[in-house]
């Protein structure tokens, strides 16, 4: 492989505290009553205009635009900082590192966020570079996928995209990337396989197994048997 694009919150960090606290900021100024925590987990991974859509199906666009301030402000004074690795990621990130494999993180946060939460936690040395979604959130994975691919100068058999919700897998499998799912972080293993993963891996462990310990060959064609 060429290239590894990693999904960041709920595939490289666990973000579900801060992001429950924007989502409450934000869902409070499009005046949808509070959600449970549980309820808030399904929608984690989700572009905010998205999310506000399925809560609020008649909302305007001048309501959407105040629902991102208001998790905006909140993330950027407070949520940005609730922000941790999961275990082994670092590890991981390094032993990619190590044999000379590019890593991007390919994320539906912001450019600006992602960015950060890269260099707080310390991977910016690890990580070549960072493709992110614009202010709005009107990017889909898809077309991140697509940016990433044509930044990295690779072709889509040549990477493989990582992450746990389905927009990563819909979004690798249609730009012909190999898509690899991850049952640690937010989505659940019914949701991946649904997408249409190559591969479901459930632990870090795992993946560094598999895919640099072992570097397995990597192909949507010999994956059937893996998700």
């Not at 919150?9 to 869902?27: P, Q, V």
């Amino acid at each position: 492989m060429k290239a590894f694009f990693f999904d960041l919150d709920g595939t490289l960090t666990n973000s579900r505290e801060g992001l429950h606290d924007s989502f409450r900021a934000a869902l409070t100024a499009i005046g949808v009553a509070p959600l449970a925590e549980a309820e808030l987990d399904l929608f984690l991974g989700t572009p905010l205009p998205e999310m506000f859509r399925t809560l609020k199906p008649e909302i305007r666009s001048n309501e959407i635009a105040a629902g991102i301030d208001a998790f905006r402000d909140y993330y950027e004074a407070h949520g940005i900082r609730q922000n941790e690795a999961y275990p082994g990621v670092r590890e991981m990130l390094q032993a990619l590192s190590s044999k000379v494999i590019p890593v991007w993180v390919v994320t539906s946060k912001p450019q600006s966020y992602a960015e950060r939460v890269v260099r707080d936690l310390g991977f910016a040395d690890l990580v070549t570079d960072v493709v992110g979604a614009g202010l709005e959130e009107l990017d889909t994975k898809t077309d991140l996928v697509r940016r990433a691919l044509d930044e990295a100068g690779v072709s889509p058999e040549d990477a493989v995209m990582v992450g746990d919700r389905r927009y990563d897998i819909e979004g690798a499998k249609a730009n012909g990337v190999i898509a690899v799912g991850v049952a640690w972080g937010y989505g659940t293993r019914e949701e991946l396989r649904s997408a249409g993963c190559d591969y479901l891996v459930d632990s870090v462990k795992e993946f560094c197994h598999l895919f640099i310990d072992q570097s397995v060959v990597l192909s949507t064609r010999t994956a059937a048997a893996a998700c």
